[in-house]
């Protein structure tokens, strides 16, 4: 119950095409979804996060969709660049606590 | 803002010694400091969580002899790999917070390898 599962495992997307993401969850009690964004040899960055009360939230070419009712949230990139390249994780925390990790995606954009 | 900072970046080392990794938060106090380990192309899997002055709190699995983690300032964690083997070769990764575990800056990530 404590787990979040993230799809797919990687992802190849055109230059200037959408990238999507898709992460579930089975407890309810998760209050925090937020999207990190690794590249090689670096250590995560926190890309976009969301809350239970709204459906979407966007910052840029970033959007994160919510369905409550489904479990599920996803992150779409816009106008996918080469520079997007790198592994999206997606995680979920509970009143302040710590964080429950996807398993990644591994995104190439392909010029 | 919120930057986390880790020195060494990468270590090489003799099996059987003991390295010492640093963490620390730049232009903030973290209460909270998170321990990661990273293998190649998977997750980060939570090691420990840290408050300032006082004891780590360790996952499951997690050797508290063998990682051994000091949170002596608002600024700096430290993780020391006592004794280490080929084995505990991988990624290592701190994050930081200050209001709550959910909301972590991750420093850059140090590479270890044990020989």
């Known amino acids: 119950q404590q787990q979040v599962k993230q799809s797919p495992q990687s992802l190849i997307v055109q230059k200037g095409g959408i990238s999507i993401i898709n992460c579930a969850y089975e407890?309810?009690?998760?209050?925090?979804f937020p999207w990190y964004q690794q590249f090689p040899g670096k250590g995560p960055a926190l890309l976009i996060a969301i809350r239970p009360d709204v459906s979407e939230k966007k910052e840029g070419r970033f959007t994160i969709s919510f369905n409550k009712s489904a479990k599920q949230f996803s992150l779409h990139i816009m106008d996918s660049q080469p520079g997007d390249s790198a592994t999206y994780f997606c995680a979920a925390s509970m009143l302040g606590y710590q964080l429950i990790w996807g398993a990644g995606t591994k995104l190439i954009i392909k010029p | 803002g919120a930057v986390v900072s880790q020195h060494p970046s990468w270590v090489i080392c003799k099996s059987g010694t003991s390295v010492k990794i640093e963490c620390r938060s730049l232009d903030f106090q973290a209460t909270t400091m998170f321990w990661y380990r990273q293998f190649p192309k998977q997750s980060l899997m939570l090691m420990a969580t840290?408050?300032?002055?006082?004891?780590?709190?360790?996952e499951q699995g997690v050797e508290k002899d063998k990682f051994l983690i000091n949170h002596a300032s608002l600024t700096l964690s430290t993780l020391t790999v006592t004794s280490a083997h080929p084995e505990d070769s991988s990624f290592y990764i701190c994050?930081?917070?200050?209001?709550?575990?959910?909301?972590?800056?991750f420093g850059p990530g140090t590479r270890l390898l044990v020989l």
């Open positions: 994050s930081a917070s200050w209001a709550n575990k959910e909301t972590q800056y």
């Open positions: 407890n309810t009690a998760f209050d925090y």
């Open positions: 840290s408050n300032e002055g006082s004891k780590a709190t360790y």
